[in-house]
């Protein structure tokens, strides 16, 4: 049985998907990156090997995330493609009509916008991290509280307290804040959470018309607080798919399937990469004004992929 392989490599997780022909996931895999995405890549491909079922032919491979050409390089993919596309071909998959989707990753934040099943607008947060993952982390170790349990007290809050979020430094003080002055935690984990929602509104999604249906992606869809927060601010339903944590694997590979399917052959280099040595490098071209910096990757001691210059002179994909 023939399977496609994606992975999605971002600065906090990264996430191995293996799909069957109809597009179901055989193996998902959500794995911290810790600052080492060489290890972790090889280590995840390690893992979905060991879980496929037997017999199992990888017939495609596609990458995705801010580390795409890295992955791409090193498994041969056959599609590399941004976050955008990614999010979007998974949600269209798994929600048929869709015409908004919010993404919200560890340290970054997006909405995409689809008509007919075409991307028609899109913004990224990649500068404040009010919002995101890792704020809501630090958040919770700040109160305490596990972060497996924030959304859930969050939802049970009487009276939310109205927090500041349009930084991370001002939402932070005055969550303090309201702590000192006796507001119970469930209404302070409400009122961060709604403040982060109108953040998202007010900042990625300002100027787009949110229509239903809505689909909610990226880690901290896990958090039922934020879910209920949209809900109640935009008055629509929004919509958690299972795999909400993975689908920009899901979507890479998915394209992955398209590619085959038009070339007929794949450059996926096989699953025995995880013995191979890699490692990185880079240098500066001094070829113009821009004086740009050149990132290259090391398969043994052969360069496998090197890019980064504002035109093409180095780039090896």
């Not at 080492?36 to 079922?53: C, F, H, N, T």
């Not at 071909?89 to 009509?97: E, F, K, N, W």
Request: net charge neutral; glycine share 12%; charged share 20%.
């Amino acid at each position: 049985m023939k399977a496609y392989l994606g992975i999605d490599v971002g600065s906090v997780s990264i996430n191995i998907v293996v799909l069957d022909e109809a597009g179901e996931v055989l193996t998902g895999l959500y794995l911290r990156t810790r600052g080492r995405p060489l290890e972790v890549i090889k280590e995840g491909l390690k893992q979905a090997a060991a879980s496929i079922p037997a017999g199992i032919e990888i017939a495609g491979a596609g990458t995705t995330g801010s580390g795409r050409y890295l992955a791409g390089v090193m498994v041969g993919a056959d599609v590399i493609k941004n976050e955008i596309t990614a999010h979007a071909v998974a949600a269209s998959m798994l929600i048929p009509g869709v015409q908004t989707v919010f993404e919200i990753g560890g340290q970054d934040s997006k909405i995409i916008i689809l008509r007919d099943g075409i991307v028609t607008d899109f913004a990224m947060n990649t500068v404040c991290a009010a919002g995101t993952g890792s704020f809501l982390d630090q958040q919770a170790a700040r109160l305490n509280i596990p972060i497996e349990q924030f959304g859930r007290l969050a939802l049970q809050s009487k009276t939310p307290v109205r927090i500041a979020g349009r930084c991370t430094v001002f939402a932070e003080s005055d969550m303090i804040h309201k702590q000192q002055m006796g507001h119970s935690i469930p209404d302070i984990i409400r009122g961060l959470c709604e403040a982060l929602v109108r953040n998202y509104l007010n900042n990625v999604g300002k100027g787009k018309e949110i229509l239903p249906p809505v689909v909610f992606q990226g880690g901290v869809a896990a958090n039922e607080g934020i879910k209920a927060a949209f809900e109640k601010t935009l008055g629509m339903t929004v919509y958690v798919p299972k795999h909400y944590n993975i689908m920009g694997a899901i979507g890479a590979a998915l394209l992955a399937r398209e590619e085959v399917a038009r070339s007929g052959n794949t450059r996926f280099k096989g699953f025995q990469i995880v013995g191979l040595p890699y490692r990185t490098g880079s240098f500066e071209c001094d070829g113009c004004s821009n004086v740009c910096e050149v990132v290259e990757v090391y398969e043994g001691e052969k360069v496998i992929g090197r890019w980064g210059s504002r035109c093409s002179k180095w780039d090896i994909l």
